[in-house]
C-alpha cells in the first residue's frame, strides 16, 4: 500500500513518546520507519507496535543504536521527515554524566548527518524536555523558550535527574547549532511532564512520578507539589504539527497547564474513592519541588490547539494503569 502523506523516521519508537507519535502518524496517513536498539540478548516484543492500525502496511520496524550514529542511515533514507526522540536515560547514574551526555549528543548528531546526506529529508523534528529550560538557580514563575537550564548550575547543585538534565540541554542546542551551520530545517519541541495513556508495556517514568505525585509520595524527580503537564496525544499532535507547518523556527515550549498536589489530588479522590484521601493537614505539611510553569504561547500563536486538560490526563492515565495492571 503505498503511503499517501510520505514516509518519515521515528528514533526511539518503543518508549512512551515515540510509541504514541508513530501511532498519530498512522492515523494521519503517513509510512513510518522506527530504530529500535537490538538486544543481543533476547528479543524485543514490539507487537504494541506491529499491532497499531495501519502497521501493518505502512510501518518498518529497524535496528539501531545511539552508540552507532550510523545505524541509523537506513531508517531515514527515503524519509521526508526526521522524529528524533530517542534519549540515553540514566537516572541511576550507572554511568558518569559526561558519558551519557556525548552518547546522546553524537547519536543525535550523526543522524543529522544522515538526514543531510539522504537529500530527501526537509525537515527534523527533536524531542527535548522542560529539563533543558527550567534548571538555573533562578526563581521564576513562568519561562519561555529564549530560558536554557545552567548546565553548571546543573553539575553542582545535582537535583534529582541532573544527568538527564545535562544531556537534554546539551543535546538540544547542539542539534539546532548543526542545523544553523549545515542549512538542515530543525526544529525542537519541549514538551513538560507528559501524562495520559501509555501503549508502550512499560510505566513510563514521568506517568509513575505524576501518579506519586497525586498520591505524595516521592518519585523520580522527588517529591513534586507543582508541575507543568500536558497530555500524551497533544504531544504528539504537536510533533507532528511542526513537521507540516510551513516555517517553524527554533524551539516550541508544549505545556498545557501547570497542576499542584492539591488539584491532582482533589481530581483522583473525587472520582475515585478505592483510593484513600490524604487529611488537609497532611497536604500542608507537604514541602517539595515546585516547577515553574512554561509558557506555551509561542506553539498556540503558530496555530497549534490543546485538545485535553488536567482532568482527561489524570483519567486516561489511571485507566490506562488499571488495564495494564499498575494499580
Not at 498519530?24 to 513510518?32: I, M
Not at 528524533?84 to 540514566?90: L, N, W
Not at 534548571?135 to 537550564?149: L, P, T
Not at 508541575?227 to 513537521?243: E, G, Q, R
Request: charged share 20%.
Amino acid at each position: 500500500m503505498e503511503e499517501s502523506k510520505g514516509r518519515v523516521c521515528v528514533t526511539g519508537g518503543t518508549g512512551f513518546i515515540g510509541s504514541w507519535i508513530i501511532k498519530r502518524l498512522l492515523q494521519d496517513g503517513y509510512s513510518v520507519n522506527t530504530t529500535v536498539r537490538s538486544d543481543p540478548g533476547h528479543k524485543k516484543d514490539v507487537s504494541f507496535l506491529t499491532g497499531l492500525p495501519g502497521a501493518s502496511q505502512r510501518l518498518q520496524i529497524l535496528s539501531a543504536d545511539l552508540s552507532n550514529s550510523e545505524s541509523f542511515s537506513a531508517a531515514i533514507e527515503g524519509c521526508i521527515g526526521v522524529f528524533h526522540v530517542a534519549t540515553p536515560v540514566d537516572f541511576d547514574l550507572r554511568e558518569p554524566e559526561e558519558v551519557v551526555t556525548q552518547r546522546s549528543i553524537d547519536g543525535a548528531l550523526g543522524i543529522l548527518k544522515a538526514c543531510l546526506n539522504s537529500k530527501t529529508v526537509k525537515r527534523v523534528v527533536y524531542t527535548s524536555s522542560a529539563s533543558a529550560v527550567i534548571y538555573n538557580g533562578k526563581e521564576e514563575e513562568v519561562m519561555d523558550e529564549n530560558s536554557w537550564s545552567d548546565v553548571n548550575y546543573l553539575r553542582t547543585s545535582k537535583p534529582s535527574g541532573w544527568s538527564y538534565m545535562v544531556s537534554k540541554t546539551l543535546t538540544e542546542k547542539a542539534v539546532l547549532e548543526f542545523g544553523e551551520q549545515n542549512g538542515l530545517d530543525v526544529v525542537t519541541l519541549i514538551p513538560t511532564f507528559v501524562f495520559g495513556p501509555f501503549i508502550c508495556p512499560k510505566l513510563p517514568i514521568s506517568v509513575d512520578a505524576i501518579l506519586n505525585f497525586a498520591f505524595g509520595k516521592k518519585g523520580s524527580f522527588g517529591l513534586l507539589v507543582q508541575t507543568p503537564m500536558v497530555h500524551v496525544d497533544d504531544v504528539a499532535k504537536a510533533h507532528v504539527f511542526l513537521l507540516e507547518h510551513p516555517n517553524p523556527k527554533g524551539r516550541y515550549n508544549c505545556s498545557q497547564c501547570l497542576a499542584t498536589f492539591e488539584s491532582i489530588s482533589e481530581l483522583v479522590f473525587a472520582k475515585y474513592s478505592k483510593f484513600q484521601q490524604p487529611t488537609l493537614d497532611s497536604l500542608k505539611q507537604i514541602e517539595g519541588v515546585k516547577v515553574p510553569d512554561l509558557s506555551s504561547n509561542k506553539l498556540l500563536d503558530a496555530g497549534f490547539v490543546f485538545k485535553y486538560g488536567l482532568e482527561e490526563m489524570v483519567d486516561d492515565a489511571i485507566q490506562c494503569c488499571h488495564e495494564k495492571g499498575y494499580l
